[in-house]
């Protein structure tokens, strides 16, 4: 079991950047992929970005130029650097891990998630 804790989400203006980052914990030796997935007030879950070990990273449309994830210092974590914030980035932001064997998911496990609200 990997067991994930997102942090580091909040409150905003249009324009702002938060930086929420998660920590991967448990059988982390077999996770092979993470990202960020969100999910906003009516709406379903939506990529937001994947990173695959030894490849680049893969962003939704509609934050590329603006969030950028990266590995953090400590081992299986994952941070999220969002700038130019706008309405629309309003979600739950939830850590993902996978374990994927030929493109194929075998594991996957989910953070609880951390709100982000982007408002004057």
């Known amino acids: 079991q990997v067991q994930l804790v997102e942090s580091g989400g909040g409150l905003a203006q249009p324009g702002g950047s938060l930086n929420p980052s998660c920590a991967a914990s448990?059988?982390?030796?077999?996770?092979?992929?993470m990202g960020w997935v969100r999910q906003a007030p009516g709406k379903g879950r939506e990529m937001v970005a994947t990173?695959?070990?030894?490849?680049?990273?893969n962003y939704t449309d509609s934050v590329k130029g603006r969030f950028t994830i990266s590995r953090g210092n400590a081992e299986h974590t994952v941070l999220q650097l969002m700038n130019d914030l706008s309405p629309e980035d309003t979600a739950v932001y939830h850590c993902?891990?996978?374990?994927?064997?030929?493109?194929?998911?075998?594991?996957?496990?989910w953070g609880q998630g951390t709100q982000v609200t982007v408002s004057s």
């Open positions: 993902n891990a996978q374990t994927q064997a030929s493109e194929i998911i075998i594991h996957e496990y």
């Open positions: 448990g059988s982390t030796f077999t996770v092979n992929v």
């Open positions: 990173m695959k070990y030894n490849k680049p990273v």
